[in-house]
């Protein structure tokens, strides 16, 4: 463990071994004898074609307000630069394909060794990869591999430049699960985007960008 | 405060129809979701320990809370042992429900809310009446008002929602990034890999679980999940079911600790604090599949009118209604009065993303509560009502009796005032007298003149009257 | 076809008319209705009051006076939904598996008259014909409890004469809710009163419903503003003909 300069955890934090004795008691009571049900199969929708996936994830995407460039491989780099636009400086993850950052302009800062929170709140934007996305939610999923970089990086910046190859995009979650489930099992932590930050938490009107990145932009990249 | 609660709600419930009715196979999916939480519920102990194995081996620390006095114990001594005395919390209603923010202060060490709709309550010193939007009660002008004079350096703000945020956004900046600690609740966890998850809108979520160098999560003992892929069902229920988005715009997952990012102290409380009585009970068991969505509150016509705090209960709702009163037991005053505050008609069942059936739990509640009460008035006169049901002939008798009892009481062609307990009913409503001639004595009637059989040759004079 | 009819008994009590009517449409369409005298209350109230073990008891009198039933109709939905859904429930809560086996075998001769109509007799025309305009409110026990679905709506579509209304908010509960609206009487009125103004707003002369237990609140309601609008029990309108108008 990287614990560093943190504290170290003590080593007998609270006993509560009496406490865990007595639910575990109270709880083998409480379901002796329940039956398991039998488990319905897991509904499907319909399956579409992978030109009305890429429609529908580009269609979620524009509803949560945030933007979407759709490009054929070799347009990443045009697309990504396009899309931080003015942005002085872009941090990225230690293993981001080079290929996407071909002549951009901004100051390109890498996440190794690990920038403070303070820095990184200095940095206007990130680019990042993604593990898998979804086209009925437009949701993208972060398994925060190599390309993607730890979850402060895609959080505390304001601007999320993520890059989607077509061949990541699935068409519903349970789809995307199955994809980084291995990522899960092996302790790796995810995060779901979809769209920017918001609230509705004043008189339920939606504000767009709150305390995560105000404002995303997807490339989506062909194969 | 009405008119405010009417809007949201009625907007939430339009939009949730329009997502759920992309989803053609919602209803199997509601059975699925169901199933999954019946079938962890039956294996709660080998599920727990099997998470709390899980958490561990990922470097992660377990507690097991009996009550809310040892879970408050839990998080105050962690936070004294990192010597900390603010803290930054994610939305959680079960630290509402065990009360920690005030048992820290006592403690002297402060929780700061950052969830916007938290912040307002906290700030207001006010308590939530809604699971999903807490402030729903206050309006846009009061949380100006309250902005003004709570948020340092904020100097005069509009009554823009955006620029209120903006104000919030301010605020808890500079706590994200410095605050050593950070609370958090659970929306669910895997038991299999040991994975907890936290769903929101904001990002002050992600900014709690990622930033912090100590996070604790509380979690009720029913949120466990077996496996990975279980975790799909759920983020198709929850989002459509809650903010009724088709996904909110973040859900975190993480596992123990993660070396290198996020925070290298984990912590897990396992809490009952009344759980374990609900699953004790067979037909009540099933109010421990609730993941908390808040469907039940938008589409319930008692909430909408009462409001939030009308339930005295964290949980408000259809689902506070039954919840509250199994958690904190029936002998509870306040608690056992709530299942008895709907009028059954079934609106909650219906949105329930894992088809908890409230009002048939509500029904079975009310006997329970009545149990509790022993044989007062109320009970004397359904025994009475009983007594004359028994019997067909004695409940015509009655009739009969009440046909003549109830003439002082007629005023023209109505009951417009009644004694007593039904006074509650004559309140706002005429009651109709009942009438001269009952069903019983024309059926006799007509079974003895054998023309009015096949036609209609005896069609009461009476009935034509009232055209 | 034999049918029995339980009344219920708020229609008893209060709304004999509603009787008369269901025995009159049945015996049109060419059935004999028998009413068992011993009949009374199918234990509604003392279940949803929370008085589960007097319920239970007026439950098994209801199965006894109706074990040898070919069909038994009820003009009321929420009555049928307690016979089909509750009765097993509150028979597992009790515990009783012997009751629950012969509430079990009664409830798929158990209807509630317009799905009876609908659904079991595949009619939608019943001949009927009521020269009135009238809104129809859909009682949250036959909506949701008993799923009887638009059975009601397709009954109505077909009588002569007569004006359907659409009623906003018309799913919305009238907030009668049996003891809940004494218990409760201010939430209750909140949601009557809203009720009320729909129908009102349809300019409708009459409400009908399929339970004239909620027929009595909104009327009580309408009542007191007197209104001039009323309410009418949807066997009453598809008893009515040209010859006979029963309400």
Known sequence: ?223 | MRANLRNVTGAIRAKRANVVGEMPHWEQLRDLGAALKDDTLADLPDRLLQLERSVQARGGQVHWARDAREARDLVALIAEQHAVTELIKVKSITSDEIELNLALEERGIHAVETDLAELIVQLSKDSPSHILVPAIHRNRAEIQELFNTELPGEGQLSDDPAALAGAARRYLRQKFLTTKMAVSGVNFAVAETGTVCVVESEGNGRMCVTLPEVLVSIMGIEKVLEKVEDLSVFMELLPRSSTAERMNPYNSFWTGVTPGDGPQEFHLILLDNGRTNVLADEFGRQTLRCIRCSACLNVCPVYERAGGHAYGSVYPGPIGAILTPQLLGMYDKNANTLPGASSLCGACYDVCPVKINIPQVLIYLRSEANVQKGLTAEALAMKGMKFVMAEGWRFEGALKLARVGQGPLVRGDAITSLPGLLGGWTQSRDLQPLPKEGFREWWKRRGQEPAAASGEADTSSESKERV | ?247
Not at chain 3, 4 to 29: H, I, S, W, Y
Not at chain 3, 36 to 65: E, I
Not at chain 3, 78 to 96: F, H, I, K, N, T
């Open chain 1, 1 to 223: 463990m990287t614990t560093g300069t943190l504290p170290t955890p003590s080593s007998t934090p609270v006993s509560t071994a009496q406490a865990r004795l007595e639910m575990l008691t109270l709880i083998n009571r409480a379901v002796a004898g329940a039956e398991r049900p039998p488990l319905p199969p897991y509904p499907v929708s319909a399956p579409q074609s992978q030109a009305e996936v890429l429609h529908q994830f580009e269609d979620r995407i524009l509803d949560y307000k945030a933007a979407l460039t759709r490009v054929p491989a070799s347009g990443a780099a045009q697309a990504v630069a396009a899309a931080l636009g003015a942005v002085r400086r872009v941090v990225v993850p230690s293993g981001l394909p080079a290929a996407w950052l071909e002549g951009g302009s901004a100051e390109v800062v890498r996440d190794g060794p690990a920038l403070t929170h303070a820095e990184l709140d200095s940095i206007e934007a990130v680019l990042t990869g993604c593990a898998v996305a979804v086209s009925e939610t437009g949701t993208l999923i972060l398994d925060h591999g190599p390309d993607q970089g730890r979850r402060a990086l895609s959080l505390i910046p304001d601007l999320h430049v993520c890059v989607v190859r077509e061949d990541q995009l699935v068409q519903t979650v349970p789809q995307a699960l199955a994809r980084v489930a291995a990522s899960v099992r092996e302790g790796r932590p995810l995060t779901w985007i979809s769209g920017g930050s918001a609230t509705s938490d004043i008189e339920l009107v939606r504000v767009e960008g709150v305390h995560g990145p105000r404002r995303l932009h997807v490339v989506l990249v062909g194969d």
């Open chain 3, 1 to 247: 076809m034999h049918i029995d009819l339980f009344l219920t008994c708020v229609n008893d009590a209060l709304f004999p008319q509603t009787g008369q009517a269901t025995v009159r449409l049945l015996e049109r369409l060419g059935h004999t209705v028998g009413f068992n005298p011993r009949q009374t209350c199918c234990g509604q109230m003392h279940l949803n009051t929370g008085y589960r073990d007097d319920a239970l008891d007026l439950a098994r009198k209801f199965v006894g006076d109706f074990r040898d039933a070919e069909v038994v109709v009820m003009p009321s939905g929420s009555c049928a939904a307690m016979v089909r859904e509750l009765y097993p429930q509150a028979a597992q809560w009790a515990g009783d598996e012997a009751l629950l086996r012969e509430m079990e075998a009664l409830a798929p001769r158990v209807f509630e008259l317009s799905e009876f109509l609908v659904n079991r007799l595949g009619v939608t025309d019943v001949g009927a014909y009521y020269p009135h305009r009238v809104t129809y409110h859909p009682t949250c026990h036959a909506m949701r409890g008993l799923r009887v679905g638009d059975a009601p709506l397709r009954l109505l579509r077909q009588v002569r004469g007569m004006t359907l209304l659409e009623l906003a908010g018309a799913e919305e509960c009238c907030g009668f809710g049996g003891t809940f609206a004494v218990k409760n009487p201010d939430v209750s009125a909140a949601m009557l009163t809203d009720k009320t103004r729909h129908i009102l707003d349809t300019g409708a002369e009459a409400c009908t419903a399929g339970d004239n237990s909620c027929l009595l609140h909104i009327g009580g309601g309408l009542s007191r503003l007197r209104s001039g609008t009323r309410t009418v029990h949807l066997a009453e309108i598809l008893a009515s003909t040209e010859q006979e108008v029963y309400a």
